[in-house]
């Protein structure tokens, strides 16, 4: 019985081992994992400064030890008390004394918003998280001098060229910004202020510079602040708002922090247009006006010229220190012996002058004498504080009719074929017969045949194209090719001398004649008008091919006339 005992002792305790073990294995696994997973959870947060100034970047990282995926921590957390840029991911592996390990890491560049105490939160990393980091946040003075760092980095000046004018006059205002990092986003605003027009004067100018050793990049831009009232008027800098990219390095790619800076306020004198002055109120430092003639004149009181030949008269004013939209309207009285045709006035702007260029067309319509004006402009020297006058004087023409236009461009006189020898001898009437009448016939059947060879021939020289020539210049052909180019000077100088030589035709013809004129007129009011009124030419060349089918008939009826027999 004891030995039974014994043995069943020995096989229930055989039993207990064999159904125990696999559980003893299993738990000791677990306990040999434990720490790993310990380890692995583990995550850490770091920044590289606790104490920082409003806006200075800071570095933040985030590590835990293992390999996890690089979108596992959020970082929007960060959003109500701090600016942050894109985080850079590193994973690491390392092998030590037959012990695998392996970490990951996120970099990013964080800044404060604001003055006070922020708090950067815990970050959940799978099952564990970081511990909480406090930030104390001071103004930018209180830390190492921020201030004069940024305003190192970026730096707005503002000047101009005068500090008391008149109203009315312009003065030059010239900004520049010194970047000296990184921006995006940049804009600059125009200065402004009570009782005065601002515009931008040209392309803004780029340059590097160096100064104390540091490299910056100069944006310089123009304007042009034009005066409107009297008195102590203070123009509000100009302001320079942009995105400043700090922090970025080989792993971090930075982060964008405001940047705005106003340039000084200046405060100016503006002084008041005197009682006494007369005319239009021009306040400058200076005033130039020119003319030219077109053709060259060498006496201005004694040019001789034709009627309808035309004469080009370009004025120029320039104005310093004044705005084009007040630039004065030059207004011409001419004569109504002359036909003037102003084309709009071309500006622009040279080294602080306003430039106005007025081109007039005179074209006199009659034979005599022409007065054309002179121009006087009356303004305010602003250096000498005077009244001045700028002067250019007119012209006087003495205008002839055209010798060639009864000769020179006159029609072609219509030249007949000598008649032949039968048509000059009268036939002589034979009473007597004989050989006489056939040899009359004969010579009357040869007649007739000639005769008919002289009609086609002259039907076919008479039905050509009617072109007018004048030995040295076609001006139908001339007048057509004016018409095709748009040139208003050539088409009004050959349509008057194609109008003096077919004026007899055309007198037959009032309609006709009259819509010539008025579609040269409104080529002319066309080219010349303020507005950009687009003209037709195709109207005037057809009317221009109805007065030449014209001509043929005439030309035609009076060639068949001249060869009638009787």
Sequence with gaps: ??????????????????????????????????????????????VSKNVVAVNQVFQLSVSVDTAI????????????????????????????????????????AVAAKNVGTATIPAFKIGSSQTTPITITVLKNSQKNNSADTDQANVRITAEVDKNSVYVGESINYRVKIFIGEQLSQASLSAPSGEGFAVSQVGQDAQNNIVQNGRRYLVITRNYQLTAEKAGKLIIHGATFNGSAVRGANGFSSGITVPVN??????????KPKPKDYKGLWLPTPDLQLHQTWQPQVSNQNDVTTKVGEPITRTVTLRIKDIAQSNMPNINLTYPDTVRIYNEKPEYSAENGYSVMTLKQVIIPRQAGKVALPPLTINWWNTATAKQQQSKIDGLTLNVVADPTANSQFSPPA????????????????????????????????????????????RQQTILAPAIITTGKADVVSALEMAINDNDPIKVQTYYQQW??????????????????????KAMMAAHYSPLDNPWNNQTLLALLTQAKQLTVIKHTSTALSSLDPK
């Design 69 to 108: 995926n690089p979108d596992s921590v959020d970082f929007s957390v960060l959003s109500p008390d701090f600016a942050y840029g894109q985080p850079s991911v590193s994973s690491s592996t390392s092998l030590i004394n037959g012990t695998m390990s392996r970490s990951t890491t996120w970099t990013i």
């Design 261 to 270: 800076k106003d340039a000084r306020n200046i405060t100016l004198n503006i």
């Design 499 to 520: 109008r003096q030589q077919q004026h007899l035709m055309l007198s037959t013809q009032p309609q006709l004649l009259q819509q010539l004129d008025d579609e040269v």
């Design 414 to 457: 219509v030249t007949a074929t000598p008649p032949t020898t039968a048509a000059i001898n009268p036939i002589k009437t034979v009473t007597s017969a004989g050989m006489w009448p056939w040899a009359t016939l004969v010579f009357a059947i040869l007649w007739l045949i000639t005769l008919t060879l002289l009609l086609k021939k």
């Design 1 to 46: 019985m004891v030995i039974e005992k014994m043995k069943m002792s020995v096989n229930q305790t055989n039993w207990a081992k064999k159904c125990l073990s696999p559980w003893l294995l299993l738990l000791a696994m677990l306990v040999t994992l434990v720490p790993l997973q310990a380890m692995a959870a583990q995550a850490e947060a770091t």
